[in-house]
């Protein structure tokens, strides 16, 4: 089950959404622009497109109107996890307490807006495709862009950034997971810069541009190439000049290109509370580590960045608690911490929203979704062997999904919805369209009687038992079969709580279930459904299969036009909702709550959390 | 002894041995390291198992694996410890230092303050027995033993900072307030202070107008924003301590000490008024660590050569006034810097943490920053903690009263005061020895659901983390440092019984 081979593997998790990339493009209709520093959550999610000096639409950064550096400080907590070093790109410090700290300090090509689209950084720099076959995209860094100790940001970055990810004439059949025991000479969580782009960066030493080939031609070719660390300190570390690392790379000389892995490794990780000298850790990004900034069980503060030469931070400080979820709501209301975003419960929720006017609660709905996949294993009721699409079909009509988000979602943000679609959310914009296109609304209600019929008709004996498999210790989900299993006794379905802790290890790939109830978490790419919905692919867990879907997915994933990736979508949505895959449920609630003298902060629906343009926030 | 010392020690170490295998065994069997991995829908998945399995060497039997932390950890005999690396790749020695560290500060204060309190109140129990003192004594202590901390610790956020914060903006005390406070707090001194009713009444209604006296004052000069003790003050509360020292050791009567007590008291006086500018003006640690020694020695040189045949009784007298006047002076110049601090930091009291983050002030705003932080944790732990040290002591305490050289000092017409504090509260220490040392091993334990409930990262918090990630080596550097202090501690305590009861150490 290697999972190297196809593109698409940027760090971030599974699901995407090919919609995304649309969201990005298609401004053609501006119509309200949304009031600067407005944070209505409202406004966030529904996607005018409102092209701006950041060219991207209102999912990306807005002009917010900062034209100098706020002397003071903001307070955010992402969690209670500890920083713990410069490079979060390592196994070891790859964390989402460190990513969040780690988007304040680098900038790269492009970047997530709240509603998942791929936005293009302007100010870092541009990308343009130069050629579709075989896909070249030629990246040009601004002049402007400098480290915070002065040094450009070049190729050279970009140079290092690639060699990390072990490609194949240093490590060879690593990357491309040829070799099963090959060893990793560096220790990058990713390989899919190595992997998609076996010959990596093309250009001059220390140039401002270069060139990018990929082995195939892949939608998701933007998220592969991602902000890079600062090679000139890993090489003077290494007792090498930055250029002649640059020049050792790009003359694939493996020798002097393995004395900087150490370095890179384990020189950019500490151990809690000890900076190093900062010259080590430059910035590229708003913010930069502030000498004697880190306590070690406390916080991680920031300062400004006077290098920057793009829209200045905010506040000069920027500080990053580290405060356990149940602690983030009383912390809030006394001021210790100024911008949460705690779990999304409904008990957190009625916490804050009593803590009065000083605090503003926003809720909204996240790129993580909640379905039931059928088991499609011949052995089971509900594959085409046995009971098929009819016997799906009756599961489907007695499954309660709109009781189940207003008993378990709306209490936590009162605008939540039944999800109808699977690649695409209900807060994007195009989610009506393809819901349109490819279901007619038979399963938003439930309807016993055509439930039996249906059963009836497959010819399965009832009752018919049906375990629900999922991971155990999560309450919303024991209350969701519960929902499921009371509506569905009167069609004649025997549902049963089948949790169990290692559900992922086992049911789920030994297909020891008839109904699997999780989540995906979507990342923001085009094509990594792929894997969900093709046979044989690795995340296909019900081994389902349908050729026309597995012909739609190829295409899309062979195409970088939008308005073919949005046909296939629609085509891939109605065979999923014809065959019954699963059914969607609801994307999953999200909440962040701050002190309503902070401006500018706006909920992303993203894993880059609502820190995703901390750089702007402003306390007044 | 010595030979009862080694073979402590010995036994100790085979038991330290033992119990680090079973940890170790008991450590890697309690889950799976990858299980977050495994969960994951991410791309590089594979890539993450497999860097992972490699770091933590789960490709290894885990025997092999504890032969190596075994290694490295009995590397500390010769001053280099090697406990390590934990799940992010950072040492364990350094996490460990660390973690001890956070505990310390966090739990220390508030165990000699549980001890301190809790003794108090356990020997005015015993010798109110069956008083409604002891009454509500006893069923106070039972109250907050049976408090859930995370429980107490969340009302004590909402009405100790959040609401105290608020009020602090403008700090009133209303009428009715006033009057409230003070008749409780007299009601229960009265009650403290026991005798017949018409004395009862008496002490009422005497505390009951100082208190509401006071309460006034405050409330008039807004004494919470800008509180000071002040010079005057301070000569009052080192007079008042000289004469309570007195009246506690060897009465007016001794000429002797009474001097050395004197001496002492107008030497701390004139010192503090002497350096008392420099201290407000340029602060530092060792500076005050030197004024502090310094009233120490004159304390005990004025008991020493002043103190005659009663020299014990003047040094000791001396020394525990000089530190009392230290504490006062400590007050002093705390409570002087109290409004430039809130100048800073204008909610002073906060929920959470162990520092304010990227806070800059003098060293009178860094030390008040450190002692609000510990202010909640530190009620916390004291009040939960308090129960058992007051019920250990009454019990003990009873013990010791009812003997029968308790009944002949008292026949021989030794005043009741003297009877408690110099014949029977020295005795009833005893059994209280071994609790204190066994709490203080368990100090370095930390307290898990305070830290993690104050966000402090301590040795608690070391282990539950270790623990959740299945990760042995934090998990085996917390029990060596745990299980070494159990193992020092008892022995600290056996000694200390000799010493408390020469019959045992003959």
Redesign the interface.
Same mark, same amino acid.
């Given at each position: 089950m290697k999972f190297r081979s196809k593109g698409a593997a940027v760090l971030g998790l599974a699901l995407s959404s090919a919609l995304m990339l649309g969201a990005c493009t298609s401004g053609q209709d501006p119509e309200t622009t949304p009031e600067p520093g407005t944070s209505d959550s409202a406004t966030m999610q529904t996607s005018e497109s409102a092209p701006t000096e950041t060219g991207g639409t209102t999912g990306c950064l807005q002009d917010v109107g900062i034209t100098e550096t706020t002397d003071g400080q903001v307070s955010f907590t992402a969690g209670p996890g500890n920083w713990s070093g410069y490079n979060s790109v390592t196994s070891a410090t790859y964390s989402t307490y460190n990513s969040v700290i780690a988007n304040q300090m680098f900038s790269g090509f492009v970047y997530f807006g709240t509603d998942g689209t791929i936005c293009e950084d302007k100010d870092f720099g541009s990308l343009e495709v130069v050629s579709e076959d075989p896909l070249q995209v030629k990246y040009t860094i601004s002049d402007a862009a400098v480290w915070s100790d002065g040094t450009p940001v070049t190729i050279n970055d970009f140079l290092l950034d690639y060699t990390a990810q072990n490609p194949e004439w240093l490590v060879p059949g690593y990357a491309n997971g040829k070799d099963e025991k090959a060893e990793p000479l560096f220790d990058h969580v990713s390989n899919s810069f190595a992997a998609d782009a076996p010959e990596g960066p093309e250009g001059e030493v220390g140039a401002k541009e270069f060139t990018v080939t990929f082995a195939n031609k892949n939608p998701d070719y933007k998220l592969i190439v991602t902000a890079p660390l600062p090679a000139h300190v890993a090489a003077k570390q290494s007792g090498l000049e930055p250029d002649a690392l640059a020049k050792a790379i790009l003359d694939r000389d493996a020798e002097t290109v393995k004395k900087v892995a150490k370095f890179w490794n384990t020189g950019w990780a500490y151990n809690p509370g000890e900076l190093p000298d900062l010259a080590q850790t430059p910035s590229s990004g708003r913010y930069i580590l502030k000498e004697g900034g880190w306590q070690a069980d406390t916080a991680l503060t920031l300062v400004a960045n006077d290098k920057y030469w793009g829209k200045p931070a905010g506040m000069k400080n920027m500080i990053f608690r580290f405060i356990d979820d149940a602690q983030m709501a009383q912390a809030l209301q006394n001021g210790d911490v100024q911008v949460i975003s705690p779990q999304a419960t409904v008990d957190t929720v009625a916490q804050l929203k009593n803590i009065g006017e000083s605090v503003k609660v926003d809720t909204n709905q996240t790129l993580t979704w909640e379905h039931i996949d059928f088991n499609f294993r011949d052995t089971n009721e509900f594959s085409d062997a046995k009971g098929g699409l009819a016997l799906r079909e009756a599961f489907a009509l007695c499954v309660p999904r709109q009781s189940i988000v207003d008993s378990l979602i709306k209490p936590i943000n009162p605008d939540a919805v039944v999800m109808n679609a699977r690649e695409r959310f209900p807060f994007q914009d195009d989610y009506a369209d393809v819901v349109k296109a490819s279901y007619d609304g038979r399963y938003d209600a439930v309807d016993i009687e055509a439930a039996k019929a249906k059963i009836a008709e497959s010819g399965v004996a009832t009752p018919v038992n049906v375990r629900i498999g999922y991971r155990a210790g999560n309450q919303r989900r024991a209350e969701t079969v519960a929902a499921i299993q009371a509506s569905c006794k009167d069609a004649g379905f025997n549902v049963t709580d089948n949790s169990s802790a290692d559900f992922f290890e086992k049911d789920l790939v030994n297909g020891d279930y008839e109904v699997a109830l999780f989540a995906w978490a979507g990342s923001g790419q085009i094509a990594s459904g792929q894997n969900i919905y093709s046979t044989g692919l690795p995340q296909n867990y019900g081994e389902y299969s349908n050729k026309d879907v597995d012909a739609a997915w190829k295409t899309l994933a062979g195409s970088l036009d939008k308005t073919v990736q949005e046909e296939q979508v629609k085509v891939i949505e109605k065979l999923l909702w014809d065959t019954l895959y699963g059914l969607p449920i609801y994307a999953h609630p999200g909440v962040v709550a701050y002190d309503s003298r902070v401006e500018n902060v706006r909920p992303t629906s993203g894993q880059d959390g609502v820190s995703w343009n901390g750089s702007q926030w402003v306390v007044k | 002894m010595t030979k009862f010392i080694a073979k402590r020690l010995g036994i100790s170490l085979v038991i330290l041995l033992l119990g680090s295998a079973l940890l170790y065994i008991l450590t890697v069997n309690s889950g799976?390291p990858l299980q977050d991995l @495994?969960?994951? #829908?991410?791309?590089?998945?594979?890539?993450?198992i497999?860097? @992972?399995t490699? #770091?933590m060497r789960l490709d290894v039997p885990w025997y092999l694996r504890y032969f190596t932390w075994l290694g490295g950890a009995s590397k500390c005999l010769i001053g280099a410890c090697d406990l390590g690396k934990n799940?992010?790749?950072?040492?364990v020695t350094?996490?460990v230092v660390?973690a001890a560290g956070?505990t310390l500060r966090l739990v220390v204060l508030a165990t000699v303050l549980a001890i301190a309190i809790g003794v108090t109140l356990g020997v005015v129990s015993a010798v109110r027995q069956y008083s409604g003192f002891d009454y509500a004594t006893t069923f106070m202590a039972f109250v907050f033993f049976s408090l859930p901390v995370f429980w107490a610790a969340?009302l004590l956020?909402?009405y100790a900072?959040?609401k105290f914060?608020n009020w602090l903006v403008d700090p009133t005390f209303s009428p009715v307030t006033i009057v409230v406070t003070a008749l409780i707090a007299a009601f229960v001194l009265q009650a403290a202070m026991g005798g017949n009713a018409r004395r009862r009444l008496i002490t009422f209604a005497a505390s009951a107008v100082v208190f509401a006296g006071v309460m006034f004052y405050f409330d008039a000069v807004t004494w919470f924003r800008y509180p000071s003790i002040g010079l005057p003050i301070y000569i009052l509360g080192v007079l008042g301590a000289g004469v309570l020292v007195l009246s506690m050791t060897s009465g007016f009567d001794n000429k002797r000490v009474r001097n050395a007590v004197a001496l002492t008291a107008v030497v701390a006086i004139g010192g503090y008024a002497a350096v008392r500018g420099l201290l407000m003006e340029s602060p530092s640690t060792p500076l005050l660590l030197l004024c502090g020694l310094a009233g120490l020695v004159v304390a005990f040189l004025a008991g020493w050569f002043l103190g005659g045949f009663s020299r014990k009784q003047a040094v000791i007298a001396s020394f525990v006034l000089a530190l009392v006047a230290a504490f006062i002076a400590i007050s002093d110049l705390l409570l002087s810097n109290w409004s430039g601090y809130l100048k800073l930091q204008s909610?002073p009291?906060?929920?959470?943490?162990?520092?304010t983050?990227?806070f800059t002030a003098g060293y009178w705003g860094h030390t008040i920053d450190t002692l609000t932080h510990l202010l909640l944790p530190t009620i916390v732990l004291t009040l939960v903690s308090i129960a058992s040290y007051t019920r250990y002591t009454r019990a003990s305490m009873l013990d010791v009263l009812n003997q029968d050289y308790i009944r002949t000092a008292r026949s021989k017409g030794i005043s009741e005061g003297k009877v408690v504090t110099r014949h029977a509260l020295r005795n009833s220490m005893i059994p209280l020895a071994t609790i204190v040392a066994f709490d203080f091993a368990g100090l370095i334990a930390g307290a898990v659901v305070t830290e993690?409930?104050?966000?402090?990262?301590?040795m608690g918090n070391l282990f539950r983390q270790g623990l959740l990630q299945i990760d042995p080596n934090p998990v085996m550097g917390f029990y060596l440092v745990t299980g070494t202090a159990a193992v020092f501690m008892n022995m600290i305590a056996d000694i200390a019984y000799a010493f408390l009861d020469p019959r045992i150490s003959r």
């Open positions: - | 799976d @495994r969960e994951s #829908n991410s791309p590089n998945r594979e890539n993450l497999r860097q @992972r490699l #770091n799940i992010a790749g950072q040492d350094s996490l660390n956070s969340v956020k909402n900072a959040i914060n909610r009291i906060p929920t959470i943490g162990s520092v983050p990227n993690t409930v104050f966000g402090w990262q301590g």
